[in-house]
């Protein structure tokens, strides 16, 4: 898993999408996404900027009911020689060595930057931009800690799937109490972050509604729609150009 930003160059048609939220244990949530992928043929790589999966406790989440279809569509895409890029979200953060042999996709633990044609863009989950939520901060660097990695792999399945339901209920009570703008994306954040990057446009997803704005020194701020929504697919062309779209067609 790649743990430093590293650089891509986009040189074709890239597309990207993000927050799928599939439920590994329901095979009818699954299935939209495996016949999207399957129809994805003219581009050179696909972009999944997190939470892939509604949640994901470690490799054993690989045994539920759905997970095999979409990790062999996955599969099926590298294979037709799509590259497939992913960053983890705050739901999949788990994913881990087992999934990139099992896919051919290649992970990104906190991003990576890709240029087209001169400019670099910056691709994020989106999570960590939440800069005024401490609390979901102090516990993220907890859980993406080199304890937790090692204890996930090792948890039969029904007890990570506890502790993940566990987890949900206690984020659902904390985001209930929480300010609007205190769990929202800042937008200084996301300048710092073009900046430290040298990247003139920031890509991320967690919040679930697509927007596109001019931010401070013009820097482009781009948020996907959730995936089976409205504006949830962005393509960038070799000129380093957007065209939004839809995954409903």
């Known amino acids: 898993m790649s743990h430093a930003k590293s650089e891509i160059e986009f040189t074709s ?18 299935e939209p996404f495996v016949r999207w992928l399957g129809e994805q043929n003219a581009l050179s790589r696909l972009v999944i900027l997190g939470d892939l999966f509604d949640v994901w406790v470690g490799p054993a989440q690989a ?3 759905a997970a095999p279809r979409v990790l062999d569509a996955l ?3 590298s294979e037709r020689g799509i590259a497939i890029e992913l960053v983890p979200g705050n739901r999949d953060f788990l994913l881990d060595r087992s999934f990139e042999e099992r896919t051919g996709a290649r992970l990104h633990e906190e991003g990576f930057v890709a240029v087209a044609n ?21 516990l993220r660097r907890v859980l993406r800690s080199r304890a937790v990695s090692w204890i996930a792999p090792r948890v039969p399945l029904a007890v990570g799937s506890s502790i993940a339901r566990k987890l949900r209920r ?11 703008d205190e769990k929202s994306i800042q937008r200084d954040a996301v300048v710092a972050a073009a900046r430290e990057e040298r990247c003139e446009t920031l890509v ?3 919040a679930h509604a697509f927007r596109d704005e001019t931010l401070a020194g013009g820097t482009r701020f781009v948020v996907l729609g959730a995936f089976g929504g409205s504006s949830d697919v962005l393509d960038i062309d070799a000129r380093g150009e957007f065209h939004m779209s839809t995954s409903r067609g």
Do not use: M, Q
């Open 13 to 30: 048609t890239t597309r990207i999408i993000a927050d799928l939220h599939l439920d590994t244990n329901d095979a009818t949530c699954v």
């Open 63 to 65: 045994r539920t009911v």
């Open 75 to 77: 599969r099926a895409c």
């Open 118 to 138: 001169g400019r670099r863009f910056l691709f994020v989950h989106g999570d960590t931009l939440c800069t005024k939520d401490s609390g979901y901060l102090r």
């Open 170 to 180: 206690e984020s659902v009570r904390a985001l209930s109490l929480k300010l609007p």
């Open 204 to 206: 991320c997803g967690h």
